[in-house]
């Protein structure tokens, strides 16, 4: 039986807002001028990455785009993540072996620390993280609702 835990922490040491392009996915939410995006396509075009997102033809330059910072309140809105019935600040993924433990409940500077049967896999600072992370164990998109 494989346990994922993930813990909430603090990491002062990484570069908060700032993207790799090679961790973007389709299907990823970004945001774009301050509104949630869902990632449609990628491309290249001059030089340089570009999205599609959903409800738009036009393509955008990545470094238009900024990551959305993990908090509980978007991990409370992931369907399938439910609080622990009896453990304070641990959640469940629903019909799996894997759960995620906020350490120390520290929401203003949020990370997300995947350990599996104990052992520390990588850090997750952003939701495109995390659903890429989802994606990798679940092979599914992690629904929303944003």
Same mark, same amino acid.
């Given at each position: ?28 939410? +970004? +945001? ?100 890429? +992370? ?13």
């Amino acid at each position: 039986m494989n346990t994922l835990i993930a813990y909430i922490t603090r990491h002062d040491d990484l570069n908060s807002g700032q993207m790799k392009k090679n961790d973007i996915r389709i299907g990823n939410n +970004l +945001l774009l001028y301050g509104e949630v995006v869902k990632v449609t396509e990628i491309g290249f075009k001059n030089d340089d990455y570009y999205l599609r997102i959903e409800g738009n033809k036009n393509g955008y330059y990545i470094d238009q785009f900024e990551p959305i910072k993990l908090t509980e309140e978007i991990l409370l809105k992931c369907e399938g993540i439910i609080k622990h019935p009896t453990i304070e600040n641990r959640y469940l993924l629903e019909d799996s072996n894997y759960s995620f433990h906020i350490e120390d409940g520290d929401w203003d500077n949020p990370s997300l620390d995947i350990l599996i049967n104990g052992m520390y896999i990588i850090c997750v600072e952003f939701l495109h993280e995390f659903q890429n +992370l989802y994606w990798a164990l679940c092979r599914k998109e992690l629904e929303i609702e944003l």
